[in-house]
């Protein structure tokens, strides 16, 4: 069998599979909704991700009756325990995708498409928040990213619960006067943010607090002190998290990559990120800290070519396939990059 990769990167809110060749070309994509398994199930979640897998399988004209590729490497949410990522592993060989599967955080894959090495530390501000970092020696430092119950602060659902607290209290008078109400009560369409907490207690609107996050940072970006508190808050914990992996690492003195990426953290721009590299350089002054340029997804499949020891040429072959940045269909990739 022709040497492939299987790259699944597993986020929340999407999933992206990527089918390339030893070589690096790219011989299918396909996208879909975010499935992870421990949040949906893990039967629900491997049907999502074999649906997508099957359907690249069948735009690179591979035969229903042949392994997908030679190694599945799959990078996903929610696989933030040894445990966890043994039980995937084992639950995706069954699938028989692949001889060979190997199972991450979806961090390690924002690492390995920023860096040439997989070497640095990488944080992920998105639906959720997380850090990993990987020094050249191959040790690792990484957080548990359960949530509450493992000190997580941050994350766009997060900040959208911020954002109607903060709006919530600004009206009973526990809380300051914030922008946060009008705004939000411009969003629901109610003229009482009372109203609204009913409504969600009865279920009689669904409670998404992801847009929540965008309308934060708006009214933050107005000049409100109480939004802007809680952006402060999240650069406090975005630097925290690149600060302690470089620091447990021992690599608060070289000249290491940090890795920025994720839908909250790339989205405001200079106005997030400018504070953070500030404040990061701080305690790493050799820091190299750049916003990945390339979805996490490049770098699952990247980690597979390492596992299967691609030629030198196929990294700059992918990544060469994607200078535009993500394409926009679903279909395969229209230009693969020659050589």
Known sequence: ?????????????????????????????TRGPGAPPQTVGM???????????????????????EPIASHTAAYLAGADLPREEEDLTREITKRGWSPSVVVGNDTFALLRSG??????????????????????DGRTHRFPALGQISG????????????????????????????????LLAYYGETSIANVVEKLHFEEIKFDPHPLSPILFKVAAAGDSVAQSIVDR????????????????????EAVDVILGGGVMTGQGESL???????????APLAQIRVVDLPPVVGAALLGLDTIGASPGAELRLRSAYDDHQPTTNSTLDVVASG
């Open 234 to 253: 999240l650069i406090e914990e975005i630097v925290l998290l690149s600060t302690v992996s470089l620091k447990k690492l021992d690599l608060v003195d």
């Open 115 to 136: 860096t040439a090495s997989g070497v640095g530390v990488a944080v992920v501000c998105g639906a959720g928040i997380n850090a990993v970092g990987v020094a050249a």
């Open 1 to 29: 069998m022709t040497d492939r990769v299987l790259a699944i990167d597993g986020g929340n809110s999407k999933t992206a599979v990527l089918l390339v060749d030893a070589d690096g070309k790219v011989l299918a994509q």
């Open 43 to 65: 039967k629900r979640g491997l049907d999502v991700f074999e649906g997508l897998a099957r359907e690249a399988a069948a735009q690179a004209g591979l035969s229903p009756d």
């Open 152 to 183: 997580d602060w941050g994350g766009g659902g997060h900040l959208g619960e911020q954002a109607l607290w903060l709006a919530v209290r600004a009206e009973d008078g526990r809380g300051e006067p914030t922008e946060l109400l009008p705004a």
């Open 273 to 283: 990120l400018t504070p953070i590299r500030n404040q990061i350089l701080e305690v």
